[in-house]
């Protein structure tokens, strides 16, 4: 079991800051994949950004260049800078753990951002 304990939403203008965090506890592989998946009222929900314990990230092309994941591998923690947010980045945001020794997935109760025009 992995549990999944997210941070940092709130409501911010446009154009402004805010930085998520997810901290892991409980049975954490050596070996994992974190991540921030994001989720609007009536659409689906969204990959944002992830990364590997040896730091490889993959974004979603409508956040490059304004949103930065790292990871705190000593305390299986992940973090998400968003900057220069605008009113579609508005969304429950969503911490992701999947292990490698065997195949699991676990997700955060979410985080709501919004952001203002």
């Known amino acids: 079991q992995v549990q999944l304990a997210e941070s940092g939403g709130g409501l911010v203008q446009a154009g402004g800051s805010l930085r998520l965090s997810c901290a892991a506890s409980g049975s954490i592989d050596s070996s994992n994949v974190m991540g921030w998946y994001r989720q609007a009222p009536g659409k689906q929900r969204e990959l944002v950004a992830v990364?590997?314990?040896?730091?490889?990230?993959n974004y979603a092309d409508s956040v490059k260049g304004r949103f930065t994941i790292s990871r705190d591998n000593a305390k299986n923690t992940v973090y998400l800078q968003m900057n220069s947010l605008k009113p579609e980045d508005t969304a429950v945001y969503y911490c992701?753990?999947?292990?490698?020794?065997?195949?699991?997935?676990?997700w955060g109760q979410g985080t709501q951002v919004t952001v203002s025009s």
């Open positions: 992701r753990y999947s292990g490698s020794v065997v195949y699991s997935a676990y």
């Open positions: 990364i590997t314990t040896g730091g490889s990230a």
